[in-house]
């Protein structure tokens, strides 16, 4: 259990900002009264249903296409416990630990609500779970994105009824062992639990989520990278000037040029003698803001689909206790999710494309800078396969930006005939966005070799000091190296240290 001051969980939004400090900060979790009474009056009022005579799908009926299969009220409780058995189908390496932690957290925005039906046991245990360093572990692939997220959340919930694996102190462990170590029984599940329990999209949610939280630092972070290099290529400053962007209505090219200004003031990168005399440099330069500003549009709008899908209540059936109500629907499907992330998967993968562009255009012995960026071309190689990298990944990228959400393969004998294939969607997304971590690394290591080789170039104080602190960490090239070394300490000062230049970027 962590030192920070406990966090109560309620009924408000959970915004990706908030998601982020709890996935990060770690609090211990108390459930809120106002959420207790809520869970506590949907299970009582869903066990009084059960009692009637009549199908109510996934209490008292099979599941899929077998719904109209009656269970007797005998098997109730068995046919949950069986129903996280059958589908605990997950394959491949394991997610990692912090992101089924956020799996675990988004499931209880779901929970919370008391629609589900499930009693305050199981949630409680979960809340139990987060406090006490038990996250289920949960294998990557098994999705469809639709029926919920059935295989990754019956590994979820398999430690609740104690089978399965959990992470705990460190390690990977059977979950039976977990709950003796801790001193607690596994639990029998009630009517609808276990369906309460799977049957949702909140896998594919918290992957987006936990991709938008990277997202939102690479955007930034590709504007300060850009500075770099424009600086390194003796760009114009024409592109960036907000006169020229007055005439757009697009608010976020504003964004981006106001970024460039603050970051490249003070930096005569514009006057020097190898700067282009008509202005007109290459797209991946003059065409920064219209670029990355599409990529912001891009992450606006899914930010607002994923988070509105972390705030709702994804299960089938729902329960109304104050309408005297079960409803039936389709809130298990997550074709919003799964949109949105291949419109993020488009749009990072052209963050990254344009910026292995500047890269290239380092290398090309243009604006006074010698070929592949070294002063002594021919005996060293200098950067030249470091760019082919970049382009294995941007190309990699392309393949992967095709998106799965228009696919469907229909599953259970035709009664799940659309499904949103929104598992394939979302480990796309994280792996495009791991490598464009990497190709703006990239970017950096030219641009900073580039901008020491610029003569006459005066930095931007913003720049000038992330060059200097880059330089404490990765060395100039003089003569050939292996530089995939440096390559991985460029990224981890991209995603560490540099974020601090960053903080103040819009």
């Known amino acids: ?47 009084e249903k059960a009692r009637e005579d009549r199908h109510i799908y996934g209490v008292n009926t099979g599941f899929g296409a077998l719904c109209e299969v009656r269970i007797s009220p005998a098997e109730v409780e068995e046919l949950q416990r069986r129903l996280i058995l059958s589908h605990a189908c997950g394959v491949g390496e394991l997610v990692p630990e912090e992101r089924a932690r956020l ?16 009693s305050l046991a199981p949630v409680q245990r979960m809340v139990d779970f987060w406090n006490h360093g038990v996250t289920p572990a949960i294998p990557r692939k098994g999705t469809l994105g639709a029926s919920g997220d059935l295989a990754p959340l019956a590994h979820m919930a398999l430690p609740l009824i104690g089978l399965g694996e959990v992470h705990h102190a460190g390690r990977v462990v059977p979950a039976a062992d977990a709950l003796v170590a801790l001193g607690w029984e596994p639990l029998r599940l009630g009517p609808k639990e276990g369906l309460a329990l799977i049957n949702g999209i909140q896998y594919i949610a918290a992957i987006a989520a936990r991709c938008l939280m990277e997202i939102r630092a690479l955007v930034r972070l590709a504007d300060l990278v850009a500075a770099m290099s424009t600086q390194a290529f003796s760009g114009s400053k024409t592109f960036y000037d907000p006169l020229y962007h007055s005439t757009s ?24 003698p190898t700067a282009n005399r008509s202005q007109q440099d290459p797209y991946s330069f003059r065409c920064i803001p219209q670029v990355h500003a599409a990529v912001r549009q891009a992450y606006g709008f899914s930010a607002r689909v994923v988070e509105d899908e972390c705030n709702s209540v994804s299960d089938n059936p729902l329960v109304f206790p104050e309408h005297d109500r079960v409803l039936f629907g389709g809130n298990l499907h997550g074709e919003s999710t799964a949109i949105a992330a291949d419109v993020l998967a488009i749009a990072v993968s052209e963050l990254a494309s344009i910026s292995e562009r500047r890269t290239f255009q380092l290398l090309s012995g243009q604006r006074g800078l010698p070929d592949f960026l070294t002063a002594s071309p021919g005996l060293n190689s200098g950067m030249m396969i470091a760019q082919y990298t970049s382009a294995a990944l941007v190309n990699e990228n392309k393949v992967l930006s095709t998106p799965a959400s228009v696919d469907t393969i ?22 495009i966005v791991d490598n464009a971590a990497t190709i703006l690394a990239i970017e950096l290591l030219h641009a900073s070799q580039a901008m020491e080789l610029n003569r006459g170039l005066r930095p931007s104080p913003p720049t000038a000091e992330v060059l200097a602190a880059f330089r404490r960490r990765v060395a100039h090239l003089h003569d050939d190296r292996v530089l995939s070394e440096s390559i991985e300490d460029a990224r981890a000062f991209l995603t560490g240290e540099a974020l601090a230049w960053t903080a103040d970027l819009e």
């Open 410 to 431: 229909p599953t259970s004998q035709m009664q799940e005939d659309s499904v949103s294939m929104g598992g394939t969607s979302v480990h796309k997304l994280e792996q």
């Open 1 to 47: 259990m962590t030192a920070s001051a406990p966090h109560t969980l309620g009924a408000e939004r959970y915004s990706l900002e908030k998601l982020h400090a709890l996935l990060t900060q770690g609090p211990e979790l108390r459930i809120g009264p106002d959420v207790a009474d809520r869970v506590d009056a949907g299970a009582r009022f869903l066990r």
């Open 103 to 118: 799996v675990l957290l988004v499931k209880l925005l779901t929970l919370r609500s008391g629609h589900t039906g499930i």
């Open 249 to 272: 209505p697009h608010s976020e090219r504003g964004q981006v040029a106001r970024n460039l200004q603050a970051l490249l003031a003070g930096s005569n990168h514009h006057e020097l």
